[in-house]
């Protein structure tokens, strides 16, 4: 029977990426001065596995790659060479070559072989360079009773299963053996329906030969039994031979899993597993390769779901809210006496809704760290480009967020982090013209407010420079008067083409970037604030809702039409009094709040629909914060506070000015999602 193998490759490839990003996270941590041995082996092990996996499935170009480097890696966790920042960049631009590499098998393209070449020789270069070498660590205390020679080998006796389960074809069996005769030695090979034994004279350690096994077997599948060492001296004419002490013969006796390697007693038909602690042995059938049963294993905490299922599974979801509301619409004209049981029921049917609307929502839920893990190799490249000294700290990275806002989110935080780099944190020298550190901080924050996520990308540089601004925004014909406040300042760098760089460069410099972060963060219904002080640094915040799929609304009514205002971005609703409102010449009429005259914007005329208000002291007023600036929608009544499903108008109609979505109310009707950030625009004009 032939196994499709490529049913596989999906898990491959997530399990590759995450094994590269774990890989590129540790080397980035990693304090070159005493490189901690724990993180040197799970970088070693990152590697190994993509190679066993690479190899597994025929993908020569990867296996290759990573053959080079886990050898260099292999050297510096044995401590034969220590390693350098050389070192790190070569892992870093390998990991990248890995990552080319592995999308261009998942999406069908064609990867650079010339920067695969490259990469190999650099890691050849860095081990073998002789000027990185230094002394093997020492051997512990304990151990200086028993001397080993440099030039001792190890002989293994190892025994595997072999299973269908295990080695679904042959080319991963073979590659499996190739691994181990890279590494010495292999004799008396003999490959049975269920097992395979072999004789293996190299010298790895036994941690390293498990290493090799890890990717295909468990534990328990696998036996491993050291021998006596050999030396070339030995007399042997292959350098081979056995130098076994009456201990080691007794203590291979008296283990039942040293059986057939000091003697020639074969090995028994079956295995018998060691009695429990009840003194019952484990059954197993006569022939078969004892191996962890399914009810021994610890079970998995996770499951890998495709993100078209779960995508599936929220629109149903969402569909079953809406008929929910429509039940509860209906019910709310029933007599509650009559039909209390009915009631009851649509009443435990909500709140059952409403459990299982959030339990799914949680399953695209995903931590930002997805987002913020990418950003200490952004920094760490570019400070270096820019000869500038820079760390990045991360605060929050545990707050979660809908999987289609982190994917969307990727590319504007990516621009920040950058431009705080390039404009906001000074040159060294500058720096401590100052009195400051010479290495500078940006800082990525993460937190949870109400309905929304807020991310803060800050820096402790020079900040914004008021009278630069000015002079370009004079320059490009933006107008602004002379009383224009800081906020109304900062908020120029959004407008398109504006750049304050003096140089064009391959970082900044062409006026695009700042504009395309804003459109971007208010497509996905969030906003963008700008803060800075001058010589003590800048901080952007994004505010974002959690989701992309639900919306906590305010529900107004215009004339017979009903619109749903997005909760994030009202500060409060009121119904004034006539001597609050204002009308200035030429302008509109104006709101007084609190000390402050805030411009009505009549929902009714953005829309033009028939108001059945239209003096604002009768209807209500809905302030809104967007664009850094406040208005009052003026609206004939408020309807209520609900949790909508968001439909696209887009799939289902077309764009509409003003207008982000539809929903489905109760009643059946539809109801548009309001788009604030458009809609204040569309009132200016």
């Known amino acids: 029977m032939t196994i499709d193998m490529s049913q596989f490759y999906q898990v491959f490839f997530e399990e590759s990426a995450e094994h590269l990003a774990n890989m590129e996270s540790l080397l980035l941590g990693l304090d070159l001065a005493a490189p901690d041995d724990d993180q040197l082996n799970a970088i070693f092990r990152a590697a190994h596995s993509i190679k066993g996996g690479s190899g597994t499935f025929g993908f020569t170009d990867m296996t290759v790659v990573t053959h080079v480097l886990e050898t260099l890696l292999d050297r510096i966790r044995k401590h034969e060479i220590a390693i350098t920042s050389d070192m790190v960049d070569a892992f870093l631009q390998a990991g990248d070559v890995l990552h080319d590499l592995l999308d261009a098998h998942q999406n069908g393209g064609v990867a650079d072989e010339a920067a695969s070449l490259e990469i190999r020789a650099k890691l050849e270069k860095l081990t073998q360079d002789p000027i990185n070498t230094s002394p093997p660590a020492a051997a512990p205390a304990e151990a200086a009773s028993v001397p080993v020679a440099p030039s001792t080998q190890h002989i293994y006796q190892i025994r595997f299963a072999k299973t269908s389960a295990i080695f679904p074809s042959e080319a991963q069996l073979t590659t499996l053996l190739e691994d181990l005769g890279n590494l010495g030695k292999i004799e008396n090979q003999q490959i049975g329906e269920d097992a395979v034994t072999l004789t293996l004279t190299a010298w790895a350690g036994e941690a390293e030969l498990r290493d090799i096994f890890s990717f295909f077997l468990e534990p328990d599948q696998l036996t491993i039994t050291l021998g006596a060492d050999v030396a070339p001296s030995s007399g042997d004419e292959d350098g081979y031979g056995f130098f076994v002490e009456p201990e080691q013969l007794k203590a291979a006796i008296e283990d039942e899993q040293g059986y057939g390697f000091f003697t020639d007693v074969p090995p028994p038909a079956a295995e018998t597993s060691a009695p429990s602690a009840s003194g019952a042995a484990a059954e197993v059938a006569p022939g078969e390769t004892p191996h962890r049963r399914a009810t021994d294993r610890a079970p998995d905490t996770s499951i890998r779901v495709s993100v078209e299922k779960v995508d599936q599974m929220i629109n149903l979801v969402g569909e079953l809210v809406i008929t929910q509301a429509m039940l509860a619409e209906t019910a709310s004209r029933l007599d509650p006496v009559v039909n209390e049981s009915l009631l009851n029921g649509l009443a435990q049917l909500e709140r059952n809704t409403r459990d299982l609307q959030e339990s799914v929502m949680s399953v695209r839920m995903m931590p930002i760290n997805f987002v913020f893990s990418r950003f200490p190799r952004v920094v760490r490249d570019l400070a270096g480009k820019l000869n500038k000294q820079v760390q990045l700290k991360t605060i929050g990275e545990g707050t979660e967020l809908d999987k289609g806002l982190i994917e969307k989110i990727s590319d504007p935080l990516t621009h920040l982090v950058r431009n705080s780099l390039d404009h906001g944190v000074e040159m060294p020298d500058e720096r401590i013209a100052k009195g400051k550190d010479p290495q500078g901080t940006i800082t990525l924050r993460a937190a949870h407010q109400g309905g929304n996520i807020v991310i803060e990308v800050a820096d402790d540089g020079a900040g914004l420079d008021r009278e630069r601004i000015l002079a370009k925004a004079k320059e490009k014909g933006i107008p602004f008067s002379d009383s224009i406040s800081d906020a109304d300042v900062w908020q120029m760098i959004f407008a398109p083409g504006f750049s304050t760089a003096a140089v064009v460069t391959d970082v900044s410099g062409r006026g695009v970037g700042m504009d395309v972060v804003k459109k971007n963060i208010e497509g996905i219904g969030g906003r963008v604030d700008l803060s800075s002080k001058t010589g003590e640094g800048s901080t952007v915040t994004i505010r974002l809702p959690l989701t992309l799929a639900i919306l906590d609304g305010l529900s107004v009514a215009v004339g017979d039409q009903t619109y749903i205002v997005p909760l994030s971005f009202i500060s409060e609703s009121l119904q004034p009094k006539s001597e609050d409102i204002k009308e200035i010449s ?100």
């Open 586 to 685: 030429g302008q509109g009429k104006v709101v007084h709040v609190r000390g402050e005259y805030v411009p009505i914007v009549a929902l009714s005329e953005v829309f033009c629909i028939k108001p059945r208000v239209t003096n604002p002291a009768e209807g209500i007023l809905v302030l809104l914060e967007g664009e850094g600036k406040k208005v009052a929608l003026f609206v004939d009544e408020l309807l209520g506070q609900h949790q909508v499903v968001i439909k696209s108008l887009e799939t289902n109609y077309r764009r509409v000015p003003g207008i982000s979505g539809a929903t489905i109310m109760g009643d059946g009707r539809v109801a548009m999602i309001m788009d604030v950030t458009a809609m204040i625009k569309m009132a200016q004009q």
